[in-house]
């Protein structure tokens, strides 16, 4: 298989680049796992690999490094309130999840 | 059927209480008892022993879960059923935790409450035997 990054040759069960070290394939961003460029659903985990990481993604176009670029820096005070932020809008998701009789029985047995 | 089962009704609503005890009685069950709420079911627990209690989870002052732990943690052979419109996913596994045997979602038909009831009757006849 050759890489689409540097063009280097690989075997065909390699899930990395020898060369250059891209992944030869759509990265899950579930489980993690390397499919092959076609794939629509992971092989390992069956999760849509339509939003993954594709290799080509791997290195950012112009456009991407402007974003890059302007991206607004964080401080580490202002990372950790979004992430206790997340955290707590989390637990709020979990405890409005919503039962009917039949899952409490389920729940139940 | 006649059932000799000792049942306690624990809600704050007098709604709640004269029907789930007119619902017990249609079924055959003449030892019925009531509380207004948890302080008062806490106490006839102690002096009376029911078999089953159904029990409110929201209720002033001791809810429907402080009185579920001292229950079963005193009497774990009481059969609970929880009767509640709560329906968030983690209260009513904080109930099942605590030891609920069942869970009634308010409002309930009575053909549920007749499964329910099957279901109770099955659990106090194996403590019995057991």
Known sequence: MQCTRCKADNEALQKFCSSCGAPLGILCDRCGSINRMEARHCGTCGHALVASLKQEDMSPGPSEKARIAGARQYTLSEIEELLLLRKAMKAEEGSTRIMNQHDIDNLFE | MQTS????????????????????????????????????????????????????????????????????????????????????????????????????????????????????LAIVQAHKEG
Do not use: W
Not at chain 2, 63 to 87: N, Q, T, W, Y
């Open chain 2, 5 to 120: 089962h000792r049942v306690l009704v624990v809600d704050d609503s007098d709604h709640m209480r004269i029907l789930v005890s007119r619902l017990l009685k249609q079924r055959g069950f003449q030892e019925i008892d009531t509380a207004v709420n948890g302080k008062v079911a806490l106490e006839k627990v102690k002096t009376s022993h029911p078999d089953i209690i159904f029990l409110d989870a929201v209720m002033p002052e001791i809810g429907g879960r402080a009185v579920l732990s001292e229950v079963k943690k005193e009497h774990p052979d009481i059969v609970v059923v929880i009767m509640s419109s709560i329906s968030a996913c983690e209260e009513i596994v904080q109930f099942r935790d605590a030891g609920a045997d069942f869970y009634l979602l308010k409002p309930f038909e009575s053909d549920k409450f007749g499964e329910v009831i099957e279901k109770v």
